[in-house]
């Protein structure tokens, strides 16, 4: 029995973010137990040529060829994650961003923030000024952007950038900052109108530079997250 493409793709795509280092011998147990879940997944994958490359790779990660093959069990879990992501519905397209595709990021969240017809709250612990300058020219105009970050976390560059972004776009690109109390955000987080809420899993100042990250649309939590965070952005202490 397969799973759903969407699924699939969600899953391989958090598989890929979590992969250990497998060049070490003998494999560690987190090691072992990764490559446990992966071949699962493979083998939900429905091609039984991917899935027999991938058991072949596995079992010869002990020959001398061992690098090669780590290499091999790399492409294949791409190669699987290229294919499910295009049977996926579009909506859930490009959510997985490899490490260091910073123009794939660029697009996938830029996505989000165009869709934004009224307000945009980006809600991000360790914010810095790259919520602005890499960002927030992909809010449209005359859409209120709204950033809230950790009073304890966030970095010295996002006020100056903030106070910079109001100089240049004053009411044409209204821009409000808040900081939170210490350590009361636990997500990095876009909501778009009020209405629809998606989940980081690493904050803007770091988005898939290092690992791989995902993008995810919130469905059955979002009316909770969004009342949350609203509630916390009327208590949050003003800077600009």
């Known amino acids: 029995m397969t799973v759903d493409p969407e699924t699939l793709y969600r899953q ?6 979590t992969m250990p280092d497998l060049n070490p011998y003998p ?9 446990g879940r992966a071949d699962a997944l493979m083998n939900q994958s429905g091609d039984v040529s991917d899935s027999l490359d991938w058991r072949v790779a596995m079992h010869t990660l002990n020959t001398a060829s061992r690098t090669n093959r780590i290499e091999d069990l790399k492409g294949l879990l791409y190669r699987v994650l290229a294919s499910a992501e295009l049977k996926a519905p579009a909506g859930v397209r490009g959510s997985f961003i490899p490490a260091g595709n910073s123009f794939d990021a660029f697009t996938a969240l830029s996505k989000v923030l165009q869709t934004a017809t009224k307000d945009v709250l980006i809600v991000d612990p360790y914010m810095d000024e790259t919520a602005l300058m890499d960002f927030g020219g992909a809010v449209p105009e005359n859409v209120g952007l709204r950033l809230m970050a950790d009073s304890a976390s966030y970095k010295p560059t996002l006020q100056p950038a903030a106070v910079k972004w109001v100089q240049q776009y004053g009411i044409k690109r209204p821009l409000q900052v808040r900081l939170a109390p210490q350590k009361t955000l636990h997500d990095r987080a876009i909501f778009i109108d009020a209405a629809t809420a998606w989940t980081l899993t690493q904050s803007l100042k770091d988005f898939a530079k ?31």
């Open 12 to 17: 391989l795509g958090r598989l890929i973010e």
């Open 27 to 35: 494999l560690s147990p987190d090691a072992q137990q990764w490559l």
């Open 210 to 240: 290092r690992s791989p990250a995902e993008i995810v649309r919130a469905d059955d939590t979002a009316a909770l997250k969004i009342a949350a965070y609203e509630s916390t952005w009327l208590t949050a202490q003003v800077i600009i």
